[in-house]
């Protein structure tokens, strides 16, 4: 197929020659060059800007778009995920108090509704590109002075020097769209596809973190290994199930 070759160029050219932010060759030349319509060179385009490769700016034309972040789910901090990939974090703190815990928050965080937490409101940026908005929430009571000296570079780390660094952890990943606060913050459109990252994080039996944060979709792309679950328990007076019966 005719826009298979034009993909393919397209790809490699990204690949090899341009970079991040270097525009690709207008739909008149790759017509040209290849004795294709523009509906050809289109369809080719949009397959690159599906995978992630090239991106459209209105009323500017196509680019390259800059390589995404694997996000790997993991129990560990923004600013280890992004050390761990050569890249500086770095953070601004948009608000951070003392506040009443809602009942959703006290719920997460296994304390009665009303009870002190620590809310950190937080932009997150990898190599000066903000990445993701996040809200955090602690058990004041477990964390005494913890604002004290203003709110921690790293909250792992602080924790951590409290014998209280999370060692499990659950994580909820949804689909979502930027509200207009979220789009201002990560300097993409409102409704921009996000995203969006919910985290309880526990130290032992006892929840010590929160969260919830909104990562921008075109930045990041998950990445979770899988593998083989163990073979279930037998009771030895019971034969295990027959592999041949499931697919």
């Known amino acids: 197929m005719k826009y298979l070759q034009v993909r393919d160029y397209l790809r490699a050219l990204a690949g090899s020659e341009l970079t991040a932010g270097d525009p690709v ?16 060179v289109r369809q080719a385009v949009d397959a690159l800007v599906v995978d992630g490769i090239l991106e459209r700016v209105q009323g500017r034309g196509t680019f390259v778009a800059p390589p995404k972040v694997d996000l790997q789910v993991r129990l560990a901090s923004f600013t280890e995920e992004m050390t761990r990939r050569g890249m500086t974090a770095s953070v601004k703190v948009l608000g951070a108090g003392i506040v009443e815990a809602e009942p959703d928050i006290a719920e997460a965080l296994q304390v009665a509704v009303g009870d002190d937490v620590i809310h950190l409101h937080r932009l997150r940026f990898a190599d000066d590109e903000p990445m993701a908005v996040e809200h955090s929430w602690l058990p004041a009571l477990r964390l005494p002075g913890f604002l004290d000296g203003g709110v921690p570079s790293s909250v792992y780390v602080d924790l951590g020097t409290r014998g209280l660094v999370p060692d499990w952890g659950e ?3 949804d689909a979502g769209e930027a509200d207009h ?3 201002e913050l990560l300097t993409i459109g409102p409704g921009k596809p996000v995203l969006r990252i919910t985290r309880r994080a526990f130290t032992g039996d006892q929840a010590i973190e929160y969260a919830s944060a909104a990562y921008r979709s075109d ?14 328990v037998v009771p030895r007076n019971q034969h ?7 697919a």
């Open 171 to 173: 994580d909820t990943i």
């Open 219 to 232: 930045r990041y792309t998950l990445w979770v290994p899988v593998s083989r679950p163990n073979p279930p």
């Open 25 to 40: 060759p207008s739909e008149r030349a790759l017509c040209e060059r290849f004795g294709v319509s523009r509906m050809t």
């Open 181 to 183: 606060d979220e789009a």
């Open 240 to 246: 295990p199930p027959d592999p041949q019966g499931t």
